[in-house]
């Protein structure tokens, strides 16, 4: 049968700062996670009636982050801009820190409701949704495994959907760095989950 495979990108320059947003590469950490990922997956991938592997298709975002972590999948690869991150707006490459400092009005109202805030110039969670909603129909659509390589929120509003989860859980969803969570379709049209760790 078909799986999903979510991942986030392996660490990048920008986690190790806690810097948000931006473009950076990967860091010495998350370029060691993308080179272990295709033994991870090739693992775990299902075989067809007739023992052979089944097909992959491997999206990625337009960051570098992302297409580093991909780099080393022997599958044929898809970039979709409406993959990329949330667009923190005026906030981009700042620490969470660093925005309760400068903009604190802005902290607040996006910890009171961060599935509406928009950050000023940016996105919000139901932004996202809505940018997702052709992704999550040709993932549906498609009949071959995917492995989706993501980034922190795109992931949450994915998995959130794929979970039927409410939308008001999805900005907390919890997606760690390093860890590949394998979803299943279940007959009656439920997911099975598995989160992989990767040491
Ligand atoms: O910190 C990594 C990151 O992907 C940022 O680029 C992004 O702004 C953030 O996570 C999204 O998570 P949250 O919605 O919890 O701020």
């Known amino acids: 049968a078909r799986r999903i495979w979510l991942t986030r990108h392996g660490e990048s320059i920008y986690n190790q700062k806690a810097l948000i947003g931006g473009d950076s590469s990967l860091s010495p950490n998350g370029a060691a996670y993308a080179e ?3 033994e991870v997956i090739l693992s775990r991938l299902p075989k067809s009636a007739d023992g052979t592997p089944v097909p992959v298709s491997v999206w990625t975002s337009t960051l570098q982050r992302t297409i580093q972590t991909a780099a080393a999948l022997p599958f044929a ?3 979709w801009k409406a993959l990329d991150e949330i667009d923190a707006g005026i906030c981009d490459g700042m620490t969470y820190a660093q925005i309760a400092e400068k903009h604190p009005a802005e902290y607040e109202a996006r910890k009171k409701d961060k599935l509406r805030y928009r ?3 940016g996105e919000s969670y139901l932004d996202m949704i809505a940018r997702l909603e052709p992704v999550i129909s040709e993932m ?3 009949g071959e495994s995917i492995v989706i390589v993501g980034h922190q ?3 949450r509003v994915i998995f959130g959907y794929l979970m039927a ?5 999805i900005p907390s969803i919890h997606i760690p760095l390093h860890t590949v969570i394998e979803l299943t379709p279940r007959p009656d049209g ?3 989950v598995e ?5």
Not at 165 to 169: C, G, K, N, R, S
Not at 195 to 199: A, E, Q
């Open 190 to 192: 439920t997911m099975g």
């Open 140 to 142: 549906e659509r498609e």
């Open 119 to 121: 950050y000023p110039r």
């Open 36 to 38: 272990v990922l295709p």
């Open 77 to 79: 690869k898809l970039r």
């Open 165 to 169: 989860q409410p939308q008001a859980a």
């Open 195 to 199: 989160y992989i760790p990767v040491p």
């Open 153 to 155: 929120a795109v992931l």
